[in-house]
C-alpha cells in the first residue's frame, strides 16, 4: 500500500490535469452552446460574465507563435470569470470522485483518499443545490444590463435562488430514508441524489424513445428521402432566419445601450411609465423571440434532412452497414431497457440491493460461452453506467437546444453562459446518480467498497424513481414523435 503522502501527491496532479482538461474543453463547449443557441461571438462581447471565447481555437490565418500567444493572452488575462472558474471546478471535483473509485481499486492509502473523497463529495453536493444555482439565478435576472433596474434585478435573483432553496428542502426523501436515519448530511445528499436520479432517467428515457423511433423509421416507415435541392433550400433559409435574428438582437443591444446611457430615472418610474424606447425594446425582442423559435424549426428540419441523407449515403458502404446494424443493436438495448423499467415496477420490485439487469446478464452468458468468468452483480452496474452516460451524451446537443429555447424567452445574450453552467450541472448529477448506482454492484462484490459505502443504495433507495421517470418520458417522446408522423403524412397528403 503506498504511503499517504505519496498518495495525496497522486490525487492533487490529477485534480489540476482534471481542472486543465476541463479549461480546455471550454471552446468546443462554448462552439456548441453558441450554436444551439443562435449567438455569434459579438452577441456576447459586451456581456459581463464572458466565458472564454472560441475564436482562438479556429483561428489559422496567424503564423503558429502568434496563434499560441494569442491563445495564453485571451484565455488567462482576459476571460477568467466566475462562471468559467465554477464550471471547471464542478467538472474536476465531479470527475475525482470517479478516478477515486479507480484509485481504491488499485490499494492507494486509504485513509488519504477517504479524505479526498469527502471533501469533493461535499463540492459536488454543493456545486448541484448552492453553487450553480445561484450563479444560474444571477446571470438569468443581470444577463448583459449592468446599469438598468440593478436593485430590481438582485431582489428577482435573490427570490429565484430562495424559490430553488425552498423547492430543494421540498423534495421528499425516499421511504427508506428518514432524517432520524440518515442526518442532515444523508437527508440533503439523498435529496440530491433524488434529482439527480429523476433527471437521468427523464434524459435517458427520451433518447431511448428516439433511438427507437429512428429505428423504426428506418425498416419499417421508409420516410421521404429528402433530395440536395430541398437541403440547400431549407439552408438558404435557415441562414437568412438567422442574420435576421442576428440584426434584431444587435438593434436591441443599441436600444438598451441607449436607455442605459440616459438612465435618469429611476427603476419604479420605468417600471410604471413606459418611453418610446421601452416600447421598442419590448418590440425588438418578441420579433426575437418569434425568429428565434423560427430559426430553431429550421435548423431541426436542416439537420433531419442532413442526417437523413448521409445516413441513406452511407449505409451503402460496408462501415455504414456495420453502424447500421449497431443502431439497431443500440435500439433493440432501449427497447430491453424499457422492458427492464416493466418487470421491476410490475414484478420484480425494488427490496433486493440489486436487481439483475437483462442485457448485462446476456452479455455476461455469452462472456461463459467464451470461456470468460465475470461477476454478474458487479458488472451490471458498471454497463448501465457506461450505457446511460452514452444515453446523455447522445441527447445533449437538444438538450441545450430546448433549454436555450426556454432562455431565450426570458433574456437574450446570456443563453451560452448558462448553458454552459447547465452542462456542469448535468454533469455532476450524472456522476453522483451512477456512483450510486455502482454502488449496488459493489455491495454485493466479495471486496467492499470503503468510499462507495458512503453512498445509499440505488436499486432499494432510487430505482423505482429511475424506472417511472424512465418510463413517463418514454412515453412522451414516443408520443410525441408519433404525433410527428402523422402530421407529416396529413401534410404529404395535403
Not at 443562435?38 to 464572458?50: K, V
Request: aromatic fraction near 8%; charge should be positive.
Amino acid at each position: 500500500m503506498a504511503r499517504g503522502g505519496g498518495t495525496l501527491v497522486v490525487v492533487l496532479l490529477l485534480r489540476l490535469v482534471l481542472f486543465v482538461g476541463a479549461y480546455g474543453a471550454l471552446p468546443w463547449l462554448i462552439g456548441e452552446a453558441r450554436y444551439v443557441s443562435l449567438e455569434t461571438e459579438s452577441d456576447s462581447a459586451s456581456d459581463i460574465h464572458l466565458l472564454p471565447s472560441v475564436s482562438h481555437a479556429r483561428t489559422r490565418s496567424l503564423p503558429q507563435g502568434a496563434r499560441l500567444a494569442r491563445a495564453v493572452h485571451r484565455s488567462f488575462v482576459q476571460s477568467i470569470s466566475a462562471p468559467s472558474i465554477l464550471f471547471c471546478v464542478a467538472v474536476e471535483e465531479s470527475l475525482i470522485l470517479l478516478v477515486l473509485v479507480f484509485l481504491e481499486h488499485i490499494y492507494l492509502h486509504g485513509p488519504t483518499l477517504l479524505l479526498q473523497w469527502r471533501i469533493s463529495l461535499t463540492a459536488v453536493i454543493l456545486c448541484i443545490g448552492l453553487w450553480l444555482p445561484l450563479c444560474a439565478s444571477a446571470l438569468l435576472c443581470f444577463g448583459g444590463a449592468r446599469g438598468r433596474w440593478v436593485s430590481t434585478r438582485a431582489v428577482a435573483s435573490l427570490s429565484l435562488f430562495v424559490g430553488w432553496c425552498w423547492a430543494f428542502l421540498r423534495v421528499p426523501l425516499p421511504s427508506v430514508m428518514t432524517h432520524t436515519t440518515s442526518g442532515w448530511s444523508g437527508a440533503i445528499l439523498a435529496r440530491t441524489a433524488m434529482i439527480g436520479v429523476s433527471l437521468i432517467g427523464v434524459l435517458s428515457g427520451s433518447v431511448a424513445a428516439g433511438a427507437i423511433c429512428d429505428s423504426y423509421e428506418m425498416m419499417v416507415r421508409r420516410r421521404r428521402r429528402w433530395g440536395e435541392q430541398d437541403v440547400a433550400a431549407t439552408r438558404t433559409s435557415f441562414q437568412r432566419t438567422v442574420t435576421e435574428l442576428q440584426v434584431k438582437r444587435a438593434a436591441a443591444n443599441d436600444v438598451e445601450a441607449e436607455l442605459e446611457a440616459g438612465g435618469a430615472r429611476s427603476s419604479w418610474s420605468r417600471w410604471w411609465y413606459r418611453s418610446q424606447k421601452d416600447r421598442e425594446l419590448a418590440v425588438l425582442r418578441s420579433e426575437i423571440m418569434g425568429l428565434s423559435a423560427m430559426a430553431n424549426a429550421m435548423r431541426s428540419d436542416l439537420e433531419h434532412q442532413e442526417a437523413q441523407e448521409r445516413r441513406v449515403r452511407y449505409a451503402r458502404t460496408w462501415p455504414g452497414y456495420v453502424v447500421l446494424l449497431g443502431g439497431y443493436l443500440f435500439s433493440a438495448y432501449c427497447l430491453a431497457r424499457l422492458v427492464q423499467c416493466l418487470l421491476n415496477l410490475l414484478i420484480f420490485g425494488y427490496e433486493l440491493n440489486s436487481t439483475r439487469d437483462l442485457v448485462s446478464t446476456c452479455l455476461a452468458q455469452i462472456m461463459r460461452l467464451l470461456g470468460l468468468q465475470v461477476d454478474v452483480a458487479a458488472w451490471s452496474p458498471r454497463i448501465s453506467f457506461l450505457m446511460v452516460g452514452g444515453l446523455i451524451v447522445m441527447r445533449l446537443r437538444k438538450i441545450l437546444g430546448g433549454l436555450s429555447s426556454a432562455i431565450q424567452s426570458v433574456s437574450t445574450g446570456i443563453s451560452t453562459q448558462l448553458l454552459v453552467l447547465f452542462t456542469a450541472q448535468v454533469l455532476c448529477i450524472y456522476v453522483l446518480a451512477a456512483l450510486i448506482q455502482l454502488h449496488a454492484g459493489a455491495s454485493t462484490a466479495t471486496d467492499k467498497s470503503m468510499l462507495l459505502s458512503s453512498l445509499p443504495e440505488f436499486q432499494r433507495v432510487f430505482g423505482r424513481v429511475f424506472d417511472i421517470a424512465f418510463l413517463a418520458c418514454a412515453s412522451a417522446t414516443g408520443a410525441a414523435r408519433w404525433y410527428a408522423w402523422h402530421a407529416d403524412v396529413s401534410l404529404h397528403r395535403g
